[in-house]
């Protein structure tokens, strides 16, 4: 019988990976450069913004090459919560899911670092290191739907650190850093939250976006003097 697995991401055990993430790489970085140059930080702050976004974007370019329906897909930003997200409300693949967790990391941190370290633009090399800690939950989730078998059928719901694995075999024994297992029971239909909006942005997100774009503007304008 086909049931589904709830599992939620550790969020502050996912934090502080990030957090040794970021440190131990730009370290390393520091090292290598031995001195780093950044101009124009208004830009830079703006670069960072639009990062996070191109980051969900890529998650779900990743959804896209395998989701049937491309109104399941949905993007949303919760800066309360220091989210931007992006999710598939129908049911997808093992490789589909592994397919969009890679996908930023590949691109926004694989080949733009390269691209940095190559040409020395240490914008390109620090926006790649901040998009390794943003997909330090990324990088947990990869390594523990590669031990899952691999009929397994991936889904979200309605939580932005969970999702559901609909399979005939018993998942809950399963285990990983950083991931918890929540429960289980029947496979059914009602267990998503289709009113989510396909694009979201929460109330409290948008004093935040504003003042974080004025920062950007005036200190823009502070180094053009």
Do not use: W
């Not at 934090?15 to 450069?33: D, K």
């Not at 101009?39 to 703006?46: C, E, V």
């Not at 914008?123 to 790649?128: F, S």
């Amino acid at each position: 019988m086909r049931k589904y697995y709830k599992f939620e991401l550790d969020i502050v055990v996912a934090n502080i990976f990030a957090l040794v993430l970021m440190v131990g790489v730009f370290i390393l970085y520091a090292f290598y450069r031995k001195s780093i140059s950044i101009d124009y930080a208004g830009f830079s702050l703006l670069f960072m913004l639009l990062y996070f976004l191109l980051h969900e974007i890529f998650h779900g370019i990743g959804y896209s090459l395998y989701a049937k329906n491309k109104r399941n897909i949905k993007y949303g930003c919760m800066l309360e919560k220091s989210v931007f997200y992006a999710m598939c409300q129908e049911r997808i693949s093992k490789e589909a899911i592994l397919v969009s967790l890679a996908l930023p990391f590949i691109v926004l941190t694989g080949l733009v670092g390269m691209i940095g370290l190559i040409f020395k633009v240490d914008m390109l090399c620090l926006l790649a290191i901040v998009n390794l800690a943003g997909a330090a939950g990324d990088i947990i989730m990869f390594m523990f739907i590669l031990k899952l078998p691999n009929d397994i059928k991936y889904i979200d719901y309605d939580n932005l650190v969970g999702c559901y694995f609909v399979s005939e075999r018993d998942l809950s024994k399963y285990k990983g850093f950083g991931v918890k297992y929540i429960e289980s029971g029947k496979d059914k239909n009602d267990l998503i939250n289709r009113k989510i909006p396909r694009i979201y942005i929460s109330k409290k997100s948008i004093p935040i976006l504003i003042t974080f774009i004025a920062i950007s503007i005036i200190l823009i304008i502070v180094d053009m003097l």
